[in-house]
């Protein structure tokens, strides 16, 4: 969506705070933008806004769906690099009106989606989940198109979906933390088995528990606790191998700035002791092997630092369990209290 609003309503560093009499104006922000002269980023991104249409209507192909996404990519970056502080083309001015549009767009198509009877069950950026009816999506895009010049896509139907529970507010689900059935196939957004710093044996822990749910349907709790028992019982007894319990963590800062002793903290001070100093944006691999202790060297285990045999801290990972699968159950009654109770039963 930010790159069509980039074209379609010409934003640009040097369109903005027109002065030659011909201009709209951006709304909340109130800035000027010209209509008489066209801007270097609306015409970059123009003929790359239009090709990804074209292979997107050849999506069937899997060569045309490839070039697309690069294409997506791509967009967005142009994006992004209007916020960038050192872009040559800097003008925050721009980033914040496209924002502004996107706001528009996104409340315009929520109003034309109720007025035609829909809930609007989220939205973010530039998303909608919207329940009603599927016959009149093509009227509700029409409508939108018409109103913002901006085309919505219909992504697919949902046939269940979970918005998992803020962490300010439990009462409200966020719209960057969820999972559900998207036409016929499992979506998840999120959650631990998406994010690249979860150890191995977890993802493979939610991967099984929200296959039983694609399997059988969102009433299946029974069953997931039994695989969650299953789980649990690999690292009580320590058959879990090392290898799948490694945390693979981005480092943000030095080890000197950590107030308190992470294990991240941990492991960049054993890297000091071998004089390896590790820059933020690097990664580091660690396996807990004391998560209690204020010892850097018994806290945990840098992988290549290490000599076998690890041993694992059995209560650190068995919490870090019940973390993994209340994420996906918290929806259906089961905090970490409860599934505690469960698996100690």
């Avoid at 872009?87 to 315009?108: D, K, M, Q």
């Avoid at 009877?117 to 016959?135: C, M």
Wanted: aromatic content about 10%; glycine content about 6%; hydrophobic content about 30%.
């Amino acid at each position: 969506m930010y790159p069509s609003i980039i074209d379609r309503y010409n934003l640009s560093p040097e369109t903005l705070g027109c002065t030659c009499g011909e201009y709209h104006e951006v709304p909340e922000l109130g800035y000027r933008v010209c209509e008489r002269r066209r801007g270097l980023i609306p015409k970059v991104v123009e003929p790359i806004v239009e090709r990804r249409q074209r292979y997107k209507e050849l999506y069937e192909k899997k060569i045309f769906a490839r070039r697309a996404d690069v294409l997506k990519w791509l967009l967005v970056t142009c994006f992004g690099y209007t916020g960038y502080k050192k872009a040559r083309f800097s003008n925050i001015e721009v980033h914040e009106s496209i924002t502004a549009y996107g706001r528009e767009v996104l409340l315009t198509a929520a109003e034309t989606a109720q007025e035609m009877g829909y809930s609007v069950v989220h939205g973010i950026v530039d998303s909608l989940w919207l329940k009603g009816d599927e016959d009149k999506l093509e009227r509700l895009i029409k409508k939108v198109n018409k109103k913002t010049d901006i085309t919505l896509e219909n992504e697919g139907k949902y046939s269940w979906v979970v918005f998992l529970p803020s962490k300010t507010d439990p009462e409200i689900g966020v719209p960057n933390r969820y999972y559900g059935k998207l036409n016929g196939e499992m979506e998840c957004k999120g959650i631990h088995m998406k994010r690249s710093d979860t150890p191995p044996f977890f993802k493979e822990v939610q991967k099984e528990l929200i296959g039983l749910m694609e399997e059988k349907g969102t009433g299946c709790t029974e069953e997931m606790m039994k695989t969650m028992k299953k789980y649990y019982l690999h690292i009580a007894q320590r058959e879990v191998p090392i290898n799948k319990l490694v945390f693979t963590k981005t480092v943000s800062k030095r080890a000197e700035d950590y107030e308190h002793m992470t294990e991240s903290k941990a492991a960049l001070m054993q890297y000091e002791q071998h004089n390896t100093i590790l820059q933020p944006g690097q990664t580091i691999k660690y396996v807990v092997t004391d998560g209690r202790s204020r010892d850097h060297r018994e806290k945990v285990a840098v992988l290549h630092l290490t000599e076998p045999p690890i041993h694992y801290d059995k209560k650190y990972y068995e919490k870090y369990l019940y973390r993994v699968v209340e994420e996906i159950l918290t929806p259906f009654g089961f905090n970490e209290e409860r599934i505690k109770k469960e698996v100690k039963s």
